[in-house]
C-alpha cells in the first residue's frame, strides 16, 4: 500500500541488540505528551517457536510506572510501543523469554504536546459526555464507513483524485467535513461474490491453505495502522470494530475459535493501544454472528480491556433494539443501533436516563437511495435525527449508501467502502461542529420529561430545537429550571436574553434583535415580561440559541 502520511507523530528508536555503549550517550528521543514513543529490536525467532506466543514487555518508569506489551513485527523485527501520560524524562526496561529481548534499557523526554494534541478521548467528569485527556469537551460527531481500510477498488478517476487509493481518497473526503469520529471494520467485509479480495488478510495460512489461528499477519496490520495515523492527523477518533457477522462464510473469520479471538486482541492492543485516536468496538451487531457464544464477547472484552494499559473506551454493538447490558462496567458508553429513539422528541432521553453513561446512536438508518428500508434516509432526515440525539443529551452517527443504479451495491457507497461522499448531510457536519464548540457546555434537556424541546449548555445558555415544525413566531418560554446533572444557576426574574436563528439546514446563524426580559409565568417557566416573541422564517429545522445577557 502506498504511505498515506509521514509517520512525524512517532519516535523512531532502532535498538541492535548486540552494539557496544558509546563513550557519549546521544541526547534522548523527544516524544509529545499523548504521542508515540516506538522502540525496535532485532531477534531471530528459534526454530519451532511461534513467535505470537513469546512473553515481551516493557516497564517504562517516569512520573508512573507502566507495564506494556510488546509485539512480534515479521522477519527478526520486534517492537515496543508506549504512549506517555506524563512529561518529564522516562526510561525502560524489557523482559522476556527471548535471551535477544530480555534486559534491553533506553530512555527518551516527554515534552509539551502540540496544540491539535489533546490526548485520548474519554468519560467526562459528568459520566454523561466526552472529553479529551486535557480536559477539552469532545462531540462524537461519527460516520460509518465499514471496509474502507481494506477496500482495494481505486475511486472514479479524475483530475483531482488520480492515483490516490481508495484510502486516502476517503481520508480527502473526511478531512472537507467535521466529522470527529469513524466506525471502521478492523476485518474485511464480504459485499457480494463480485467484491475484490483485500491485498493482505490478517492470519498466515498452513500449508494446506487453511486459517492459521495461531498467526497473525503483520503486514495487515501495517495498513490498518497507517489509515489510523491518517485519521489521527484529521483529528478524527478511530472507532474500530474488532469482530463483525458479515463474512457470509467467504472466510470464515466470523466462526473463529475463541482463543483465536483473544490472540487477535491481544496483539491489536500490543500495536494500537498506543494510538491516542483509537476506540475499541467489539463488533457490530454481535448477536447476528451466531457462530459465537456469549462466552466469546466477555473473553474478546476482558482480552482488549487487559491488552490496553490506556483504557480506551470500548463498547459493543447489537441488532436493532436489542440492547447489551451497558451498565456492565467493562464498557464506557453505549453503542446502539435503534433509530426509534431519534425519531421523536423526549425518547433519546430516556435510554441515557437508564444507562446513565455515554450515550452514542450509532446507527439510526442511513441517507442513501437503496431499495431497503435502512438505506434510504434524505440528508434533511439524518441531519433531523442526529439533532434529535443531541437536543437530548446523546449523540448520533451518520453515513450514506447511495448506489445511483449499481447492481454491485459498493462501488460508489462511502458506508461499504468510503471514497467520495455523494450526499447532502455531510456537507453540513462543519457548520454542526462549531455550533457545538462554541458551546461551553454540553447539551442535556433542561426539565426532562416536561420539556423535551429545550436543552442547558451552562449558565444562561439554552438551545431550543424546533425539528420539523414550521412556526410563524417562537413564544420566548423557557424553563425555570436549568437541569439536574449538573445543575446550573436558575433563571432569576429580570434576567436578560438574546436569541440566534440558526438554520441548521441552510447553515445560518441570525440574531433576533430584540432583548428579552424574565418574568415567570408560575413556578416551572419563564416568559418575557413584555409577552414578547420571535419571528421564525417559516421554515423545517431550525435551532434556537438563547444567551443571558448583561
Same mark, same amino acid.
Given at each position: 500500500?502506498?504511505?498515506?502520511?509521514?509517520?512525524?507523530?512517532?519516535?523512531?528508536?532502532?535498538?541492535?541488540?548486540?552494539?557496544?555503549?558509546?563513550?557519549? *550517550?546521544?541526547?534522548?528521543?523527544?516524544?509529545?505528551?499523548?504521542?508515540?514513543?516506538?522502540?525496535?529490536?532485532?531477534?531471530?525467532?528459534?526454530?519451532?517457536?511461534?513467535?505470537?506466543?513469546?512473553?515481551?514487555?516493557?516497564?517504562?518508569?517516569?512520573?508512573?510506572?507502566?507495564?506494556?506489551?510488546?509485539?512480534?513485527?515479521? !522477519?527478526?523485527?520486534?517492537?515496543?510501543?508506549?504512549?506517555?501520560?506524563?512529561?518529564?524524562?522516562?526510561?525502560?526496561?524489557?523482559?522476556?523469554?527471548?535471551?535477544?529481548?530480555?534486559?534491553?534499557?533506553?530512555?527518551?523526554?516527554?515534552?509539551?504536546?502540540?496544540?491539535?494534541?489533546?490526548?485520548?478521548?474519554?468519560?467526562?467528569?459528568?459520566?454523561?459526555?466526552?472529553?479529551?485527556?486535557?480536559?477539552?469537551?469532545?462531540?462524537?460527531?461519527?460516520?460509518?464507513?465499514?471496509?474502507?481500510?481494506?477496500?482495494?477498488?481505486?475511486?472514479?478517476?479524475?483530475?483531482?483524485?488520480?492515483?490516490?487509493?481508495?484510502?486516502?481518497?476517503?481520508?480527502?473526503?473526511?478531512?472537507?467535513?467535521?466529522?470527529?469520529?469513524?466506525?471502521?471494520?478492523?476485518?474485511?467485509?464480504?459485499?457480494?461474490?463480485?467484491?475484490?479480495?483485500?491485498?493482505?488478510?490478517?492470519?498466515?495460512?498452513?500449508?494446506?491453505?487453511?486459517?492459521?489461528?495461531?498467526?497473525?499477519?503483520?503486514?495487515?496490520?501495517?495498513?490498518?495502522?497507517?489509515?489510523?495515523?491518517?485519521?489521527?492527523?484529521?483529528?478524527?477518533?478511530?472507532?474500530?470494530?474488532?469482530?463483525?457477522?458479515?463474512?457470509?462464510?467467504?472466510?470464515?473469520?466470523?466462526?473463529?475459535?475463541?482463543?483465536?479471538?483473544?490472540?487477535?486482541?491481544?496483539?491489536? !492492543?500490543?500495536?494500537?493501544?498506543?494510538?491516542?485516536?483509537?476506540?475499541?468496538?467489539?463488533?457490530?451487531?454481535?448477536?447476528?454472528?451466531?457462530?459465537?457464544?456469549?462466552?466469546?464477547?466477555?473473553?474478546?472484552?476482558?482480552?482488549?480491556?487487559?491488552?490496553?494499559?490506556?483504557?480506551?473506551?470500548?463498547?459493543?454493538?447489537?441488532?436493532?433494539?436489542?440492547?447489551?447490558?451497558?451498565?456492565?462496567?467493562?464498557?464506557?458508553?453505549?453503542?446502539?443501533?435503534?433509530?426509534?429513539?431519534?425519531?421523536?422528541?423526549?425518547?433519546? *432521553?430516556?435510554?441515557?436516563?437508564?444507562?446513565?453513561?455515554?450515550?452514542?446512536?450509532?446507527?439510526?438508518?442511513?441517507?442513501?437511495?437503496?431499495?431497503?428500508?435502512?438505506?434510504?434516509?434524505?440528508?434533511?432526515?439524518?441531519?433531523?435525527?442526529?439533532?434529535?440525539?443531541?437536543?437530548?443529551?446523546?449523540?448520533?452517527?451518520?453515513?450514506?449508501?447511495?448506489?445511483?443504479?449499481?447492481?454491485?451495491?459498493?462501488?460508489?457507497?462511502?458506508?461499504?467502502?468510503?471514497?467520495?461522499?455523494?450526499?447532502?448531510?455531510?456537507?453540513?457536519?462543519?457548520?454542526?461542529?462549531?455550533?457545538?464548540?462554541?458551546?461551553?457546555?454540553?447539551?442535556?434537556?433542561?426539565?426532562?420529561?416536561?420539556?423535551?424541546?429545550?436543552?442547558?449548555?451552562?449558565?444562561?445558555?439554552?438551545?431550543?430545537?424546533?425539528?420539523?415544525?414550521?412556526?410563524?413566531?417562537?413564544?420566548?418560554?423557557?424553563?425555570?429550571?436549568?437541569?439536574?446533572?449538573?445543575?446550573?444557576?436558575?433563571?432569576?426574574?429580570?434576567?436578560?436574553?438574546?436569541?440566534?436563528?440558526?438554520?441548521?439546514?441552510?447553515?445560518?446563524?441570525?440574531?433576533?434583535?430584540?432583548?428579552?426580559?424574565?418574568?415567570?409565568?408560575?413556578?416551572?417557566?419563564?416568559?418575557?415580561?413584555?409577552?414578547?416573541?420571535?419571528?421564525?422564517?417559516?421554515?423545517?429545522?431550525?435551532?434556537?440559541?438563547?444567551?443571558?445577557?448583561?
Amino acid at each position: 500500500m502506498k504511505s498515506l502520511f509521514s509517520l512525524s507523530l512517532i519516535a523512531l528508536l532502532a535498538v541492535p541488540v548486540c552494539a557496544k555503549p558509546k563513550s557519549k *550517550a546521544p541526547a534522548p528521543v523527544q516524544v509529545e505528551r499523548w504521542g508515540m514513543y516506538e522502540v525496535a529490536f532485532t531477534a531471530p525467532v528459534p526454530v519451532g517457536t511461534n513467535p505470537f506466543e513469546v512473553p515481551f514487555t516493557a516497564t517504562f518508569y517516569g512520573a508512573d510506572t507502566l507495564t506494556v506489551a510488546g509485539f512480534y513485527d515479521g !522477519g527478526d523485527t520486534w517492537r515496543v510501543r508506549f504512549m506517555p501520560q506524563q512529561e518529564g524524562t522516562w526510561r525502560y526496561e524489557t523482559a522476556s523469554a527471548l535471551s535477544p529481548l530480555d534486559q534491553q534499557q533506553g530512555n527518551f523526554q516527554c515534552i509539551a504536546p502540540s496544540a491539535d494534541n489533546h490526548g485520548p478521548v474519554q468519560v467526562d467528569t459528568t459520566g454523561l459526555n466526552f472529553c479529551y485527556a486535557d480536559g477539552k469537551q469532545y462531540y462524537p460527531i461519527g460516520t460509518t464507513s465499514y471496509d474502507w481500510m481494506h477496500a482495494s477498488s481505486a475511486p472514479e478517476v479524475t483530475s483531482a483524485d488520480a492515483g490516490l487509493t481508495m484510502q486516502q481518497q476517503t481520508l480527502r473526503s473526511l478531512s472537507e467535513t467535521g466529522f470527529t469520529k469513524i466506525r471502521s471494520l478492523l476485518l474485511p467485509q464480504n459485499f457480494n461474490p463480485n467484491y475484490p479480495e483485500p491485498e493482505q488478510y490478517p492470519f498466515e495460512r498452513t500449508a494446506d491453505g487453511k486459517w492459521d489461528w495461531t498467526r497473525l499477519n503483520p503486514r495487515y496490520f501495517d495498513h490498518v495502522e497507517e489509515c489510523t495515523r491518517g485519521l489521527m492527523q484529521l483529528g478524527i477518533e478511530q472507532d474500530l470494530i474488532l469482530f463483525h457477522p458479515y463474512d457470509g462464510g467467504r472466510w470464515g473469520f466470523h466462526a473463529m475459535p475463541i482463543e483465536a479471538g483473544q490472540l487477535l486482541c491481544r496483539y491489536v !492492543g500490543a500495536r494500537m493501544s498506543s494510538f491516542r485516536n483509537v476506540w475499541w468496538s467489539l463488533a457490530n451487531e454481535y448477536d447476528l454472528v451466531k457462530e459465537q457464544p456469549k462466552e466469546a464477547w466477555d473473553a474478546w472484552t476482558d482480552a482488549i480491556i487487559a491488552a490496553d494499559p490506556y483504557r480506551h473506551l470500548v463498547s459493543i454493538h447489537s441488532y436493532t433494539a436489542q440492547y447489551y447490558s451497558y451498565w456492565d462496567p467493562r464498557y464506557t458508553h453505549c453503542s446502539i443501533q435503534d433509530q426509534a429513539p431519534v425519531e421523536d422528541f423526549g425518547r433519546a *432521553a430516556i435510554v441515557r436516563n437508564i444507562y446513565r453513561k455515554p450515550i452514542v446512536f450509532d446507527e439510526v438508518l442511513y441517507e442513501g437511495d437503496m431499495n431497503v428500508r435502512w438505506g434510504n434516509l434524505s440528508g434533511e432526515e439524518e441531519l433531523f435525527r442526529m439533532w434529535m440525539a443531541l437536543i437530548a443529551g446523546t449523540y448520533c452517527t451518520h453515513s450514506e449508501c447511495y448506489q445511483f443504479g449499481d447492481p454491485s451495491g459498493f462501488r460508489n457507497n462511502f458506508l461499504a467502502v468510503g471514497g467520495k461522499f455523494h450526499g447532502t448531510m455531510w456537507s453540513r457536519t462543519k457548520f454542526l461542529k462549531q455550533i457545538l464548540d462554541d458551546m461551553p457546555m454540553p447539551m442535556y434537556l433542561a426539565d426532562s420529561s416536561w420539556d423535551p424541546h429545550t436543552s442547558a449548555c451552562g449558565p444562561g445558555y439554552y438551545m431550543v430545537y424546533l425539528g420539523k415544525e414550521v412556526m410563524e413566531q417562537w413564544r420566548f418560554d423557557l424553563p425555570l429550571r436549568n437541569g439536574r446533572t449538573p445543575a446550573y444557576p436558575r433563571i432569576q426574574e429580570g434576567d436578560r436574553f438574546k436569541v440566534e436563528i440558526i438554520d441548521t439546514w441552510g447553515m445560518t446563524i441570525t440574531e433576533y434583535p430584540t432583548v428579552f426580559e424574565a418574568k415567570k409565568q408560575d413556578g416551572y417557566r419563564m416568559i418575557d415580561a413584555q409577552n414578547r416573541a420571535v419571528r421564525l422564517p417559516e421554515r423545517p429545522y431550525l435551532l434556537l440559541r438563547i444567551k443571558q445577557v448583561k
